[in-house]
């Protein structure tokens, strides 16, 4: 936005607080994929590796132990930040939506500009009642995902998205 001065204002809607757990699972899901692989690793290395030194050797259950007590902590807080910074608004002509969690991403995207609007649902997703918005523009640097919300919220705002951007086209003509 051109002109605005100060940092930009939260778009006014959440995802669904269901979001969070999805997020759990998702955590969850590298959580015990990262511990497994430090479990072989700790399993794979021996007495006889030489360029280990010889206490981990002797302890390599602290390689998993380690990477289980690091990890931890993100599980639990990644989920909850992420609903805390996830916001979407669709106002006027525009689509506004943030995301992330260790980094933030603003996308706005005109709806003038929007090719296809899709819905998409993953496993969890759709055991949760959740789904994602998948707008698409010309430029990628201008498109968006809006994922978490609730699978009405996600129908009727992909239901609206595709009305006005069709009334656009229509009045463009």
Do not use: C
């Not at 030194?53 to 990890?71: E, H, T």
């Amino acid at each position: 936005m051109r002109g605005q001065r100060g940092p930009l204002r939260d778009p006014s809607e959440r995802v669904s607080r269901r979001a969070i757990v999805l997020w759990l699972i998702e955590a969850l899901i590298g959580f015990v994929l990262l511990v497994g692989g430090a479990v072989l690793v700790a399993g794979w290395i021996g007495p006889d590796w030489k360029i280990v030194p010889g206490w981990l050797s002797g302890n390599v259950w602290i390689l998993p132990v380690a990477v289980g007590a690091v990890m931890l902590p993100f599980v639990i807080v990644e989920p909850l930040w992420r609903y805390a910074v996830h916001r979407w608004e669709l106002s006027g002509d525009v689509v506004y939506a943030r995301s992330g969690w260790l980094s933030r991403e603003w996308v706005f995207v005109p709806v003038s500009r929007i090719q296809t609007v899709d819905k998409a649902q993953g496993w969890f997703e759709r055991a949760l009642g959740l789904a994602t918005v998948e707008i698409r523009t010309a430029s990628h640097a201008g498109s968006s995902t809006i994922k978490g919300l609730d699978y009405e919220v996600a129908a009727r705002l992909a239901e609206e998205l595709a009305r006005r951007t069709q009334e656009l086209r229509d009045d463009a003509t």
